[in-house]
């Protein structure tokens, strides 16, 4: 549970410094909202956090700029709501970020079951390596093309040859 808030916290500090340092260049860019300056944190909150910390990024973003851009001052001003443009760029931001979201949640559940499984061949390494030098018997493994790829302890003693120099 702790990994997954830390995921969360880091995608409110990657929201927060993206958005000051998108607000900071905003007036030197003649104003134009920039929905692709926010896309590169929603896909690293995705991959770091997963689903909820690309859609918590995605929904902040848009929250946030919502507020900040002249878009809401003109609609609060005149009590119009979004132009087509403006609903446009809004939509699309927030399918990609939704988008890339789910695709950052897929990264995650790959890389968690790639170092679960790394982890299990460690394991069974170190189990399988254990029982070679248990077994009292001289065991010798080798792949299909005749390369020694395991010699046991007892085969050392049986053979006077150490497993380095087999293998």
Known sequence: ?????????????????????????ASTLGGEPLYLFLMPAV??????????????????????HHFESDDYVEIVNSASPLSTNQFARVAIFAGLGVGISWLGEKFRSARI?????????????AHFKSVLDTVPDSIIVIDVRGIVQSFSRAAERQFGYSADEVI
């Open 113 to 125: 079951l790639a170092e679960q499984s790394a982890h299990e061949a460690i394991v069974g390494e």
């Open 43 to 64: 896909l690293i909150a995705a991959m770091v956090g997963g689903l909820g910390p690309g859609l918590l990024a995605t929904g902040l973003f848009l929250f946030l």
């Open 1 to 25: 549970l702790r990994r997954r808030e830390a995921a969360y916290a880091f995608a409110l500090i990657l929201v927060g410094v993206t958005f000051a340092a998108r607000s900071l260049i």
